[in-house]
């Protein structure tokens, strides 16, 4: 087989089929150009989205409040003891010394001084099916007296 390269200049139909084909061969090429880069930018953002260190972190505890009355607190036992605002049970929350509590006006309590009756929102973690308390707001102090509204004059 012979191979022969025309070196002039190639005749009006065979240079209407040349340059018909390297349009079709440069169309061609930009769109597996486009395609691929494509394909990179996918592979790229999969990439970003599979982040192993955020992974651990999201897939890891569960952040939740819990708001309501409280009940008791038993720190012999570390235990927290809230109603449900709504009147809807009551849940018993593991407590430590160094919790954070603060009040809804952001001054700092102690533990020990949380009282029966006080509205609060308990903000914990879950993971593995245990809590862990990581911080305590106190919406209002209860108090241990009963208090009887006034009636109305008649």
């Known amino acids: ?24 061969i440069i169309g061609v ?12 930018a996918r592979a790229q953002e999969q990439r970003k989205r ?20 409280v009940e008791t607190v038993d720190l012999k036992r570390h235990v927290l003891e809230v109603n449900h605002a709504e009147g809807a049970g009551m849940e018993i929350f ?17 533990v020990n001084q949380l009282k029966q009756g006080s509205n609060v929102i308990v903000y914990y973690d879950e993971k593995d099916d245990r809590r862990s308390v990581k911080e305590i707001v106190v919406l209002t102090t209860g108090t241990t007296e009963n208090h009887k509204k006034a009636l109305p004059p008649s």
């Open 94 to 110: 593991p407590i430590r010394n160094g919790v954070s509590v603060t009040s809804a006006a952001g001054e700092k309590m102690k």
């Open 29 to 40: 090429a930009l769109a597996v150009a486009v395609v691929a880069g494509l394909g990179d």
């Open 50 to 69: 599979k982040i192993p260190v955020v992974d651990k972190i999201a897939g890891g505890a569960n952040r939740q409040a819990f708001s309501g009355k």
């Open 1 to 24: 087989m012979r191979l022969v390269i025309a070196r002039g200049r190639l005749s009006g139909k065979n240079e209407a089929h040349s340059s018909v084909a390297v349009g079709w």
